[in-house]
């Protein structure tokens, strides 16, 4: 095994922001999305929980976990812009 006792540890602090923007397109709504960070949002919680983004219908619902549509920034095949097909 190696002798890591001499190794220093190296930390690093960075801020990176995410913005989403919900357009009128043609009576659908568009949803943008933009990052300056240098990875996938996915990475933080999870492939399946972090890069994604719900959109619910009227009033935050009571039990958002069970409601709503998936929009899936790390994976979704459309890039940083989608016609949800959801009405406006």
Same mark, same amino acid.
């Given at each position: 095994?190696?002798?890591?006792?001499?190794?220093?540890?190296?930390?690093?602090? *960075?801020?990176?922001?995410?913005?989403?923007?919900?357009?009128? $397109?043609?009576?659908?709504? +568009?949803?943008? #999305?933009?990052? %300056?960070?240098?990875?996938? *949002?996915?990475?933080?919680?999870?492939?399946?929980?972090?890069? $994604?983004?719900?959109?619910? +219908?009227?009033? #935050?619902?009571? %039990?958002?976990?069970?409601?709503?549509?998936?929009?899936?920034?790390?994976?979704?095949?459309?890039?940083?812009?989608?016609?949800?097909?959801?009405?406006?």
């Amino acid at each position: 095994m190696p002798d890591n006792s001499n190794v220093t540890p190296v930390e690093a602090t *960075a801020t990176y922001k995410w913005h989403l923007r919900a357009e009128d $397109h043609h009576g659908k709504l +568009s949803i943008k #999305f933009d990052t %300056n960070a240098p990875f996938e *949002a996915g990475g933080i919680s999870g492939p399946t929980r972090g890069g $994604h983004i719900k959109v619910y +219908s009227g009033e #935050f619902p009571a %039990n958002p976990g069970e409601q709503g549509e998936h929009f899936y920034l790390d994976t979704d095949p459309r890039g940083k812009t989608w016609d949800t097909g959801l009405p406006w």
